[in-house]
């Protein structure tokens, strides 16, 4: 009797256990949730800033007033220091930064890929069809 009672302890000892890890395991799953949505919200909300914008802006009007080749004017300018330039270097960093961030959280295993295509890929191709029509119209302009 001694015995059977040993085996029936453990066994609701084992399930206990069982239970507490399942517990365990939901509430990582919770938590890396809040944390990525946390993220998401710090990501947008930075995304959504006027200097972001500003600086959106600032890198397209660059593009369409320069065509094809503003890359290169602008590798000119920026070695000579040129204050619009610099401008647009300052642009370019904190938009380059803030997909750098998505990827990198991601290469980090932070966050899984259905976050950066939520949080960059869907914005970053928005703005790279954006720079191909300003392109399109600079080959097409007379």
């Known amino acids: 009797m001694r015995r059977y009672l040993l085996v029936i302890l453990e066994t609701v000892s084992a399930v206990g256990a069982l239970g507490a890890a399942i517990g365990s395991c939901n509430a ?14 710090q990501i947008m909300q930075e995304y959504a800033t006027p ?17 094809a080749g503003f890359a290169e004017e602008f590798g000119k300018r920026i070695q000579a220091g040129e204050a619009d330039a610099i401008e647009v270097e300052k642009a370019r ?22 976050f ?27």
């Open 93 to 114: 960093r904190q938009v380059l930064f803030h997909f750098l961030t998505v990827l990198r959280l991601h290469g980090a295993g932070y966050v899984p890929e259905s």
């Open 51 to 67: 200097t972001m914008a500003q600086s959106l802006r600032l890198l397209r009007a660059w593009a369409e007033n320069k065509g």
């Open 116 to 142: 950066v295509r939520q949080a960059a890929c869907t914005e970053f191709d928005r703005l790279r069809q954006l720079c191909q029509r300003g392109r399109q119209r600079t080959v097409l302009s007379p």
């Open 28 to 41: 990582a799953r919770a938590t890396r949730q809040a944390m990525e949505a946390q993220l998401f919200s």
